[in-house]
């Protein structure tokens, strides 16, 4: 079937943020016909052919860096070769710098409903220790410009789990994405990922993250005080107001099939995984010499099928469905207040999501050791 979502990476920033391990292109003026060129030949190999979209998002890098002409010719090459429904959502990663009522018009002209707007904290000197390029007037600002130009579906993202040094109010950041409010939330512990700035620091004895309590201490806060105000805690790093979750992202923890194109893009046809050179350069050239771009490919297992069944029910509000044989194993994790079970559907508490890795390792063991019980 064709894939009725579609992924599009937009690799260029500004600069490269201090925790950032992403493909990204660091370009101070963004080329963006050289991109669309190759974005329209890499559409052209058939990838999206006879679709139906019903979710297209622009990811990153910085989608924004395109400016608003630059995210009407992205959506024009895209519907030059698939259909978008009418009631699809459309959503692109903005940062706050890059919001303005003129860029905004164009992309809600363009057909964009939805915004992913990078905050990441409303402290200045966090945001500078990140190697952000906005400051956190900034945000605010562009919630209003974003709201004024008709797209009022608006989602922030935060980052907790920070080292203590840098002294801030993690309570503080919570209230103030609160006080904007966004239809979504996202929420991510901070990681120190190999071949980042922080990753740096950390090889010189530098302090770069949070403790394991102060992990948890705040997972279970941003929880306490989304929930509160009214948000479903409906994925483990995602908030939403009722109905207003990410179609998107939501179809990748159903293991729906979707299509992927840009630098290190990946798509998935329900049986296999393929992904993209990361590189922005040889992903250009690769193209640009009518070569495929693809940099790899996984054939799924059904011992894999039955790990990611696991691990993306697990991450879920939704729960996983579980088997008559698999209760004495979760039974446990259900008295120590990590999991609840209601008619044979397993789903984790938010203190049960801070051991998802573990939990779902350890029932995607069980399965593979008794595949036909469960």
């Not at 006080?179 to 512990?189: A, C, T």
């Not at 729906?256 to 998935?268: D, I, M, Q």
Request: a negative charge; glycine letters at 8%.
């Amino acid at each position: 079937m064709p894939p009725r979502h579609l992924y599009i990476h937009v690799p260029f920033c500004a600069r490269r943020c201090s925790y950032c391990d992403f493909s990204i292109a660091v370009r101070s003026n963004t080329p963006v016909e050289e991109y669309v060129s190759s974005l329209r030949s890499e559409l052209a190999t058939g990838v999206i052919q006879d679709s139906v979209l019903d979710t297209v998002y622009l990811g990153g890098g910085t989608p924004s860096r395109l400016g608003g002409l630059g995210i009407a010719d992205v959506l024009t090459a895209v519907r030059d070769k698939a259909s978008i429904a009418t009631d699809a959502e459309i959503t692109i990663e903005a940062n706050p710098d890059d919001v303005n009522d003129v860029a905004v018009a164009q992309w809600a002209a363009a057909g964009v409903n939805r915004v992913s707007l990078g905050s990441q904290s409303f402290d200045d000197s966090v945001l500078e220790w990140m190697h952000r390029t906005h400051d956190a007037s900034q945000i605010g600002r562009a919630v209003k410009a974003l709201r004024r130009g008709g797209i009022s579906n608006v989602s922030l993202d935060l980052i907790f789990a920070l080292p203590e040094t840098l002294n801030r109010s993690w309570e503080r950041d919570l209230t103030l994405a609160l006080d904007l409010e966004p239809k979504h939330v996202s929420l991510y512990g901070l990681t120190v990922e190999a071949h980042t700035p922080i990753a740096r620091w950390a090889s010189r004895g530098a302090i770069v993250e949070g403790s394991e309590g102060q992990y948890e201490e705040e997972f279970l806060l941003a929880h306490e005080s989304m929930t509160g105000a009214g948000f479903e805690h409906y994925e483990v790093s995602n908030f939403s107001l009722p109905g207003k979750g990410s179609r998107h992202n939501s179809a990748y923890w159903t293991g729906a099939p979707y299509a992927g194109v840009g630098p290190s893009a990946h798509s998935f046809d329900g049986g296999a995984r393929r992904w993209n050179v990361s590189a922005y350069s040889e992903w250009v050239r690769r193209l640009a010499a009518g070569n495929s771009p693809i940099g790899g490919e996984e054939v799924l297992t059904p011992e894999n099928r039955d790990a990611e069944e696991v691990y993306l029910g697990l991450r879920t509000q939704n729960g996983l469905e579980i088997g008559e044989s698999e209760l004495d194993r979760v039974a446990p994790w259900i008295d120590a207040g990590w999991a609840e079970l209601e008619n044979r559907r397993l789903r984790l508490t938010p203190t049960g999501w801070l051991r998802l890795d573990s939990l779902a390792a350890d029932l995607a063991a069980r399965r593979e050791l008794a595949p036909t019980l469960h």
